[in-house]
């Protein structure tokens, strides 16, 4: 017996992994090798003792299709990564905050238009991208969003936002509920009101954004609150995650902070002292066992939030899909306000290609400078790295104090522990 995916289902099928993005709840669904070696490359599913499971659980939720004639030729096989599964979308260079770790290069008045958008959702719909995550600098002063949001759920995507969610009221909420907006990212960088406020350099923004959470308890959309490391005390960093789960966050996630743009004369006192980031990274992982299976607690990759805990799997072993190191141009990437092709958000000192003088695919395919980054052989020190499965290695972190793509990160948790 052979079934098919319905028409409606965005799907890859790469590097051992088969992934597919549910098309209600948006979930990104990835499965292991043995589901992946009886896909075939037309969506065709054959039915042996281990895709039981399975295909069962694809009917449950009303995915396939039967068939009845196969076609001789049929091919089952896993290709080379096509396409990241993510990309941030810069859609402006607005924001309503000052804060003092920003790494904005420069100041002006940017609004991505919405027709070339659309354009280049259509260019990502086609090449499977699964996940668009609108983001920087403040996606809500885009005066097109909730268009932008609703043109990609047209399409099937999953979107999801990064914000500092201060200017949401009930009724902007509401519509993006009901636009299928179900996951935010939200900084939250103290537990302490005043704290909080001097780093995002704007009076009682700690404040407004606690306040909008409630709108989305109201709505049930799950939020993630990422916190950047500007020399908050070890207590103070603790709290901060105690907060989270005390405001009901799906997740919390921490950044280390990259000194560029704005934030390029900031001084960080852990990249001084490695027994202050040592500090920091045994907090962090006395607050992910303390909340393990009551909130994520993530360190750096917002990627992992999208795709890992999303995951149906028999074992619930990785998929080799996630088995890489930094995300960056892998399974990842990001456009900028200029329509600047990034490896991720964070590589703002790049020099890149742009969509004005090239599509998205032509330069996922055939751009040697970032194709680099891919090659994930030559880096000698992480090769044989027995964390390399499970790693919090920071490209843009290597390339901000080197300016060398392929060395190590000297502040990866192999170094520090």
Known sequence: MYYKLKNNILWRNELNSFMLLHPENKKLLIFPKYISDNISINWIIREK????????????????????????????????????????????????????????????????????VKLLIDELVEMKVFNINVSWWEALMHPDVYSIFEYGFWKWLKMTMSTNWILLTDNNVKKLYDLWLRQVHISLDSYLDNKHD??????????KTITNLNILKKYWINFTLVTTLVNQDFDEYKKIIDLAYTLWASAHKTNLLIPQGQGSNLQVNYYNDSKILDKYIKIFKLQREKFSGKMNVIWESMFLISSWENIVSKDDKKPDIL?????????????????????????????VWNINNDTFKNIWNNSNSLNKIRRRWEIKWCWKCNFKDSCWWCRARVFWIEWVLNNEDKYCFKNIN
């Not at 001097?198 to 404040?207: A, D």
């Not at 990842?332 to 790049?350: D, H, K, N, R």
């Open 49 to 116: 003792k281990e895709t039981e499971n399975f295909i069962k659980f694809l009917n449950s939720e009303n995915l396939l299709d039967n068939i009845d004639i196969l076609n001789s030729n049929e091919i089952f096989w896993s290709w080379e990564l096509t396409a990241p599964l993510n990309v941030t979308l810069q859609i402006t260079d607005k924001c309503n905050l000052k804060c003092i770790h920003c790494h904005r290069k420069d100041k002006w008045v940017i609004d991505l238009s919405l027709s070339k």
């Open 198 to 207: 001097l780093i995002r350099w704007v009076k009682n923004s700690f404040f």
């Open 323 to 351: 088995k890489i190191w930094c995300p960056a141009w892998f399974t990842t990437s990001a456009i900028t306000e200029l329509w600047e092709v990034l490896p991720c958000p964070f590589f703002s000192e790049l020099e």
